[in-house]
């Protein structure tokens, strides 16, 4: 008898075994289970949550432009998403180290818009808009743990950077002096179309005749339905492939802008919203008073500082911006170029010339490609979206395009 | 450690014993944990923190001087919202949960979730604990919430402490928030609440990922130093660009996004995300603990 039950035995134990085997696989399926559910939700609920294209009535473009041109959006408050790939490495972080750190500030303070907005230039950016009527607009940009901030309510101009916890000001009323900081004035600077509209309004102005402008189809942006209308640039030579808008279809608000090149590939600058909401904002959002603590610096008094900085400075001037003639601009619309001369009329030294170490002048080549014309030679520097040609005798030809346009205008500036 | 030594008198030795009703069990596990000089001194640790801002902050600025404006400037500034401390004190309390949320408060959670099952196991205590007509479930469960109270008991302390230090060396009153509005002080202490409880939140993921591994060894020290090394691994690996793509996924990605509280309005994109990936990481590495706990031979 005790064979057979310790036959048994082993058997019911094998048994137990392997129903405890399959009891712990069934329970580590759990984890991988709900890891898998976690996955597949990420994965799949933007994809569901994507409706497809809303249907709206029919606008052809004119009906379109016009309904953005009599759209008259006073009050809005927003997020908007702003990323710019130029192809340029990523400077964002180590530009704003070396050009801002707190320590040695330009004139205006850390809180200074000029300095904060180039910053806009790369990268990828999360904007708040909010705007009451034409007295009371902000625009802040949210940083990790900080933000900076530009408000306008009435005559007054705050900016607020909440790092540092400095404020910058400046009244309405000293517009019409004089100084340095005339472009602080008046909030954000002409030439950075931060909110769709903006960015809208600057494209159509380009001239009809070299822009094709279409509707196509309906898209949805932060929510809303919106018309799909397409800008593109008629002639060659451009490296803009196309600019999108989406066209809020209630109130004709831009919700998105998107500039895509003609070589393809990802956007170079999309801003769009990812909320927008057009009730009114709260009254508090345009009320900035700074906090005992808050440095605050004046525009007038950054103006004037500024100018007691460069008197000293006068003799040993060096060769910078300020010396650049204003460019000549050859051709119109799109392909239109910007032609300026080097300070001091060199271009860039040469491997030969013996000017550069040949490490330097090999690093150089890297960055640029060498071309030859009738212009002698030069190199040329691209990004995605503008191209420069700056030839051996201190010519610069930069524009939004391809570099046989810049050859050929070069050829033909000679 | 000292349960060990403890007579082995009744069915866990050492701490108090579990009723059967519910909760008790629960109960019984905060007065241990709770009781515990390790515990006490974790938390007299993350007292001390802002204490030691608040000393800092103070003695910089005596002179009148700005905090910003001094020697550092930028990133090297110091933690988050630090260059407002000297207009509120209630900005101690979110410069001090943001200093130490980086590494002070999920070190302190790794040694309590590390310690929870191993640390029983080390100790010989686990199976008078099993023996109990609990259950290995409910055992886990408690061992859970528990941690999970720690990991609020540790935020709450840290911003209480924030919070009279605070008020006894720098004015309060009316804040301005990040976006340059202004909101009373009553609003303030509730954001600052609401501060402290997603801080809390967001440790929910390491307290889970310290408590699975707690199940796989039986070493609390192994379990706490895996916790606290795989933070540390982490933390490093957020900050490399190059793995920008996965970086989302990371438990301390979004971390810092309490500071959205303090927007106006506030932003809320980011703090849903990391409630989401907490809770996600939460189910995942809890769902492995259990399937480990309940289906390992105990043996210690």
């Known amino acids: ?414 | 450690m000292s349960r060990a030594e403890a007579p082995a008198a009744g069915t866990a030795p050492g701490r108090a014993p579990a009723r059967r009703r519910p909760g008790g069990l629960l109960r019984s596990e905060l007065l241990t944990t709770f009781r515990r000089w390790r515990t006490l001194a974790l938390l007299g640790v993350l007292a001390a923190v802002p204490v030691l801002f608040g000393i800092a902050v103070k003695v910089e600025t005596a002179d009148g001087g700005s905090l910003g404006g001094g020697g550092g400037g930028g990133e090297e500034a110091g933690p988050a919202f630090i260059s407002q401390v000297t207009n509120n004190g209630l900005f101690l309390v979110f410069t001090a949960l943001a200093a130490t949320l980086p590494f002070f408060l999920p070190m302190a959670v790794g040694v309590i979730a590390g310690d929870a099952l191993a640390g029983e196991a080390n100790a010989g205590t686990l199976r008078y604990l099993l023996v109990a007509p609990a259950g290995r479930t409910r055992l886990l469960l408690t061992k859970y919430a528990t941690t999970l109270v720690f990991c609020l008991a540790a935020t709450l302390v840290v911003a209480l402490s924030a919070l009279a230090v605070g008020a006894a060396l720098f004015p309060m009153g009316e804040l301005t928030t990040i976006s340059g509005t202004r909101i009373g002080f009553g609003e303030g202490l509730e954001r600052a609440l609401l501060i402290a409880l997603v801080v809390a939140a967001s440790l929910v993921g390491v307290a889970a990922i310290g408590l699975f591994l707690s199940t796989l060894t039986s070493s609390g020290i192994a379990a706490m130093a895996t916790t606290v090394g795989l933070l540390i691994t982490v933390q490093i690996l957020d900050q490399i660009p190059q793995l920008h793509a996965v970086q989302p996924y990371f438990f301390s990605h979004y971390w810092l996004s309490f500071a959205d509280l303090m927007r106006e309005p506030v932003y809320w994109d980011e703090i849903t995300r990391n409630l989401g990936l907490q809770a996600v990481y939460a189910a995942v590495f809890g769902s492995a603990a259990w399937a480990r706990f309940t289906t390992k031979d105990i043996t210690a």
Do not use: C
């Not at chain 1, 009738?374 to 030839?391: E, K, M, Q, Y």
């Not at chain 1, 395009?401 to 050859?407: E, F, I």
């Open chain 1, 1 to 414: 008898m005790a064979p057979y039950e310790s036959g048994t035995d082993t058997e019911a134990a094998e048994r137990a075994a392997a129903a405890r085997g399959r009891k712990k696989a069934a329970r580590y399926a759990v984890p991988v289970v709900v890891l898998g559910l976690a996955a597949a939700t990420i994965g799949l609920v933007p994809a569901l949550a994507d409706s497809g294209d809303p249907d709206l009535p029919e606008l052809s473009a004119q009906e379109l432009i016009e309904k953005i041109a009599a759209s008259d959006t006073q009050r809005l408050s927003g997020t908007v998403k702003i990323s710019t790939d130029l192809g340029l490495p990523d400077l964002g972080g180590l530009a704003g180290g070396m050009a801002s750190p707190r320590g040695e500030q330009g004139e205006g303070g850390a809180a200074d818009p000029k300095s904060r907005l180039t910053e806009l230039a790369s990268g990828t950016h999360t904007l708040r808009v909010a705007a009451d009527g034409p007295e009371k607009q902000r625009l802040s940009i949210l940083d990790d743990a900080a933000e900076y901030s530009l408000i306008h309510n009435g005559d007054e101009v705050w900016a607020y950077d909440s790092a540092s916890d400095e404020a910058f000001h400046a009244t309405e009323d000293g517009k019409h002096g004089d100084g340095g900081g005339a472009e602080h004035r008046g909030g954000l600077p002409k030439d950075v179309p931060a909110t769709p509209g903006e960015f809208a309004k600057e494209v159509l102005k380009a001239s009809e005749e070299t822009t094709s402008v279409t509707a196509e189809g309906t898209m949805q942006v932060a929510g809303r339905d919106a018309y799909k209308l397409v800008v593109k640039p008629k002639g060659e030579g451009s490296t803009v492939g196309a600019v999108t808008f989406a066209v809020d279809a209630k109130t004709g608000t831009p919700l998105k802008a998107t500039l895509t090149p003609a070589g393809g590939g990802a956007a170079v600058v999309e801003a769009g919203y990812t909320k927008v909401d057009f009730g009114k904002p709260a009254a508090s959002l345009f009320d900035y008073r700074p906090a005992k603590g808050t440095k605050v610096t004046e525009a007038e008094d950054a103006a004037k500082e500024a100018r007691g900085k460069d008197v000293p400075r006068g003799p040993g001037k060096q060769p910078g911006a300020g010396d650049l003639a204003a460019p000549e601009i050859l051709g119109e619309g799109w392909s239109s170029i910007a032609r300026f001369e080097v300070p001091g009329g060199q271009g860039l030294p040469d491997a030969g010339s013996g000017d550069l170490p040949p490490e330097a002048a090999s690093l150089l080549d890297a960055f640029g490609d060498k071309v030859k014309g009738d212009f002698g030679t030069g190199r040329v520097f691209s990004t995605r979206l503008v191209n420069a040609l700056i030839t051996d005798d201190g010519t610069v030809y930069a524009g939004a395009v391809t570099k046989d346009a810049l050859v050929k205008a070069a050829e033909s500036a000679k």
